[in-house]
């Protein structure tokens, strides 16, 4: 079967930097996404992984590693408004994203 | 219109009945999507179309239809309606349906079935 892990919730303060990993099992992979959702928003995009390495985008940067199927999605400089949930999710080889439940980030000052 | 919209916003439905829950977007993607979230579960793919006038089937499609009529509109009906589809349902829309198909939702429809 096809399986993506990511932590229930965490907690970080703000300032301070977080990292919020991802593992995950699917029938083929073409790539990772990452979608940050505020408590009865939609999910907006993040980011997307497709070949090994850090991307880097202001402050949020997301990482990959296929052989160990694994990624991080890691924030910089929290503020409160990055209070939400973290969705992780991969393009499996019938171009379909496989979500993980998602990882809701609590932010305390 | 700007994006996806979604109607209505929420619905409080008796079992048994019909619902069409209503997507347009404007952005003339090519693949659309719908999913159902539910509390500590991922999204789900129900019903999936990566062109006007073709639909697939995601991995939770019973009890749902979907019609891809022309390239803006993607509704989806639930010809029964029974508590288990009580959820939060999103629409989603991609320019293209193959490698990097960033997704773009829609405000989502809170259906309740009672």
């Known amino acids: 079967g096809q399986n993506i892990d990511q932590p229930t919730e965490m907690t970080a303060t703000e300032g301070a930097i977080v990292q919020i990993n991802c593992t995950y099992q699917t029938s083929g992979f073409n790539g990772l996404f990452w979608y940050q959702q505020h408590a009865g928003e939609a999910p907006t995009f993040l980011s997307y992984?497709?070949l090994d390495g850090l991307e880097e985008k202001g402050r949020f940067s997301s990482f990959l590693s296929r052989s160990k199927g694994y990624s991080y999605l890691l924030l910089k400089e929290l503020q409160m408004k990055d209070s939400a949930s973290y969705l992780c999710a991969v393009l499996d080889s019938n171009y379909q994203l496989i979500w993980g439940a998602g990882t809701k980030l609590i932010i305390k000052p | 219109i700007a994006g996806i919209t979604q109607a209505p916003t929420s619905q409080i439905l008796a079992a048994g009945r019909r619902m069409t829950l209503r997507c347009t977007q404007d952005?003339?993607?090519?693949?659309m999507y719908w999913y159902r979230q539910d509390l500590g579960l991922g999204l789900r793919l129900i019903h999936y179309?990566?062109?006007?006038?073709?639909?697939g089937k995601g991995e939770v499609p019973d009890g749902y239809s979907v019609s891809r009529a022309n390239t803006d509109d993607f509704p989806l009906t639930l010809a029964s309606a029974v508590p288990s589809q009580t959820s939060v349902y999103f629409c989603?829309?991609?320019?293209?349906?193959?490698?990097?198909?960033?997704?773009?939702f829609g405000p989502g429809t809170r259906l309740t079935v009672l």
């Open positions: 179309s990566n062109t006007a006038g073709t639909t």
């Open positions: 952005m003339r993607h090519n693949a």
């Open positions: 989603a829309s991609s320019d293209s349906s193959g490698v990097y198909n960033e997704q773009f």
């Open positions: 992984n497709v």
